[in-house]
């Protein structure tokens, strides 16, 4: 059985550290640059919200929240979380993830996907790993699928938007035994972004 931790994991200029309430005015910033809380399906924190974002992070049961660090200058540029972690079936869910605009599109959140499943497969001993995104968020669901997740299915009407609308929650998952091949692609395609970076 699984037994998932605050832990800190560093690798190509990006640091995952558990998040706390000093990282409040990082994420901030990070959420101000490009006014992401106005996206229809975002989990980000207006600015005066972010004290009460990251409480309640940190009191969900079942998940482990970080604060996506940029190593070269010490800022926070956003937030990725495990979540609905179900420790007797070895599993858990990468999620509530998101990126301040300047940084997207760059190599963060590949290097940030690469420890997260690095760190479920290799060192919790996860049998799999999991993802849910809305259903009309299709960046999103093209960006899990290029990690090598599977599409499970669909669940109608499943939660509330921010707006009060209902999405549907389209869900993915990666077992073990995909995991060295899903490995070896996302380490090519983050040599392409550093070389592009």
């Not at 090598?148 to 009060?164: C, E, F, N, T, Y």
């Amino acid at each position: 059985m699984i037994k998932v931790e605050p832990v800190t994991l560093a690798r190509d200029g990006v640091r995952l550290e558990p998040l706390a309430p000093a990282h409040a005015d990082g994420l901030r910033e990070a959420a101000r640059d490009g006014q992401l809380w106005t996206l229809r399906f975002a989990s980000v924190p207006e600015p005066q919200d972010v004290e009460q974002y990251i409480a309640k992070a940190l009191a969900m049961p079942e998940r482990q929240p970080f604060a996506v660090i940029e190593a070269a200058t010490g800022l926070v540029v956003g937030s990725t979380s495990y979540h609905d972690i179900v420790a007797p079936a070895d599993r858990v869910e990468i999620g509530w993830t998101w990126y301040a605009r300047r940084i997207q599109r760059s190599h963060v959140n590949t290097a940030c996907k690469l420890m997260l499943l690095a760190h479920a497969f290799d060192k919790l001993g996860c049998a799999v790993v999991g993802w849910r995104t809305d259903g009309i968020n299709l960046v999103s669901q093209a960006a899990i699928e290029r990690l090598g997740a599977k599409k499970d299915g669909v669940l109608r009407h499943h939660s509330l938007r921010r707006d009060g609308s209902v999405r549907d929650a389209v869900f993915y998952s990666m077992l073990r035994d995909e995991w060295p091949d899903a490995r070896a692609r996302l380490e090519e395609r983050l040599g392409r972004h550093l070389n592009r970076d």
